[in-house]
């Protein structure tokens, strides 16, 4: 018999399968009282040397490179910070016949958060698009996304955020914006060690959002959220993130090829311009929302696996584009986009 594989184009990423079973562990054996004060002192920290290596891994020198290319990065920042958020905030509709308050607040973040980095690097790459651009695109997302997450969140989601207030901001700065900083700032001295141990760092990275998964179901288990959430309104929340996404993707897409565009950019627009960051986002709702947090990162935990499951399909479709598709042939430039992506530690995961 033929060993049975999961079909390679429909990824199920490791790292959501491990995010799934921290929400099975936190539902049967929550953290309480004197362990729960424990876990959200460890959670804080491990969220502020997350972004500590955010910011010591991000390329000045780079960064100031794809300022180069400002139209294709104008775009991108546009649909991550206003077209998503005006999609989110015309969702509001939906409320309560098909979502219900907590679930559409987790809903309306899921817009406000910043676009992946490596997964978008890495599906533009499959499909033969524009890199470097992507690169670029994805950083420059997540820098952005550091002020704008908390500033639309607090505009857009008030004190109803279940849980949310403007004091949330001042957190951010503390907890993430001041890190990130700090590893931007000592770059020059740890660069060269961050790079190194990339791998090993990346591990810190993941179990660090792991814990602030854990301390967010836990906290939500002890105060009997989940009580509100029933297999419909799940199958319900799924339907409209796929009608997100869709909507997303042929925008990003035909609205590049509209605003003049070429095939390699048109790429890295849509894969970066479609997208939702899980590890930016996770740390983030787990300041804004506190105690609420659990239900705010659901529908951003259903939203990354689609789009890593159909923006995977696009890209090997993407790939047998014919070499003079509109008029260019990105794979003349693969040494270059290679060393890129090498430098950059790409791979389609937990972005």
């Known amino acids: 018999m033929k060993r049975l594989k999961w079909p390679s184009w429909m990824p199920v990423d490791p790292y959501i399968v491990a995010l799934l079973a921290i929400v099975g562990i936190a539902a049967l054996a929550p953290a309480r009282g004197t362990a729960a004060d424990v876990a959200s002192g460890a959670s804080t920290a491990a969220v502020s040397f997350l972004f500590f290596l955010y910011g010591a891994r991000l390329s000045t020198r780079e960064a100031l490179d794809g300022l180069k290319h400002w139209r294709l990065h104008v775009t991108v920042l546009a649909c991550t910070f206003l077209v998503f958020p005006l999609l989110g905030l015309a969702a509001k509709g939906l409320v309560p016949y098909v979502l219900t308050p907590a679930l559409y607040s987790g809903f309306l973040f899921l817009t406000l958060v910043p676009s992946t980095i490596q997964s978008s690097i890495a599906f533009t790459s499959i499909a033969r698009g524009n890199v470097p651009a992507a690169i670029c695109a994805g950083s420059f997302s997540s820098l952005a996304g550091i002020l704008l997450t908390p500033l639309l969140a607090a505009a857009l989601l ?141 529908p951003l935990m259903l939203f990354h696996q689609m789009q890593l499951m159909v923006c995977a399909v696009i890209a090997k479709r993407r790939s047998r584009d014919p070499r003079d598709f509109d008029g260019e042939d990105w794979l003349s430039a693969a040494p270059q986009a290679a060393a890129s992506r090498t430098a950059a530690g790409t791979a389609p995961r937990s972005g």
């Open 158 to 298: 008030g004190s109803g955020g279940g849980g949310f207030s403007a004091d949330s901001v001042v957190k951010i700065v503390l907890q993430l914006l001041v890190p990130f900083v700090v590893g931007q700032l000592l770059r020059r001295w740890i660069g060269g060690f961050v790079t190194r141990h990339k791998k090993v760092l990346g591990y810190v990275d993941r179990g660090s959002i792991l814990l602030v998964v854990y301390t967010a179901f836990s906290q939500g288990m002890v105060q009997g959220i989940w009580s509100q959430v029933t297999p419909w309104r799940l199958l319900a929340l799924l339907g409209v993130e796929a009608v997100l996404l869709t909507v997303m993707l042929t925008l990003t897409w035909y609205g590049a090829k509209r605003l003049g565009f070429g095939r390699g950019d048109r790429v890295a627009i849509q894969f970066a311009g479609s997208k939702k960051s899980l590890a930016a986002g996770l740390p983030m709702a787990s300041v804004l929302f506190g105690a609420h947090a659990s239900l705010a990162v659901l």
